[in-house]
């Protein structure tokens, strides 16, 4: 089963108009939750790190936020660079350097 | 700086043929990773290192090895290619591994296996 869902797939917004993305998870004992962001034909870039609930982090015009069940990223008065797509991924358990990716969501700024 | 550097970034392979991906990072990293991209897929590790010398398996292991003879490099070998092999493929490294996940990723490689 899906142990990474991010919502909603794609989103469009126009230029500062500030909005959320989605990352809930379904694994027990999480251990940390990150958040990158991809560029068109380039690698994932890491953003942030949440290890546990409450936690929040910002970096510019985002902030990521986590709970229990989920983690949001908050993009507020978002321009056109901030067009990318956005990964959460998830780490659990211990000793295996595994880290579990959502598909993403694809964020789409317009002036 | 360069960073974490792949090549190449575009291959073509027919079914049944060998190649291996490159990657070198100039951090000092000891961590190293492989990852592969499919569309609609989250990021599937296939193999890691945690140091010159020591590999593991990830996730999707099976059609690809690897070896860690030095700390910048760590390449990865495709064998007896097949249409499910391909995808877009990235190597990343990092300081302490997953435990911040700050992974510093190449910029890719594709490949398509025909």
């Known amino acids: 089963e899906d142990q990474v869902t991010q919502s909603p797939e794609a989103l469009r917004l126009q230029e500062g108009e500030s909005s959320s993305l989605n990352c809930s998870y379904t694994?027990?004992?999480?251990?940390?939750l990150f958040w990158y962001r991809q560029d068109p034909g380039k690698g994932p870039e890491f953003l942030f790190t949440?290890?546990?609930?409450?936690e929040e982090k910002e970096k510019e015009r985002l902030k990521a936020t986590l709970t229990k069940k989920e983690s949001f990223l908050h993009i507020t008065a978002p321009k056109p660079e901030d067009s990318a797509t956005y990964l959460c991924?998830?780490?659990w358990g211990t000793g295996f350097q595994k880290l579990v990716f959502g598909t993403g969501t694809r964020l789409l700024v317009s002036p | 700086n360069a960073g974490v550097t792949q090549t190449p970034k575009f291959r073509i392979l027919k079914i049944g043929q060998s190649m291996t991906l490159q990657c070198a990072q100039d951090m000092n990293h000891n961590y190293m990773y492989w990852y592969r991209q499919d569309p609609g897929m989250g990021l599937k590790l296939i193999y890691y290192s945690v140091g010159a010398g020591i590999t593991d398996k990830g996730e999707v292991p099976n059609g690809y090895n690897v070896s860690r003879s030095t700390t910048e490099d760590f390449p990865l070998r495709l064998e007896l290619a097949a249409p499910s092999q391909t995808s877009v493929y990235f190597c990343a490294s990092s300081t302490s591994g997953i435990n911040t996940g700050e992974l510093f990723f190449g910029e890719g490689s594709r490949l398509t296996v025909l």
């Open positions: 949440l290890y546990s609930a409450g």
């Open positions: 991924a998830v780490r």
């Open positions: 694994v027990s004992g999480l251990r940390g």
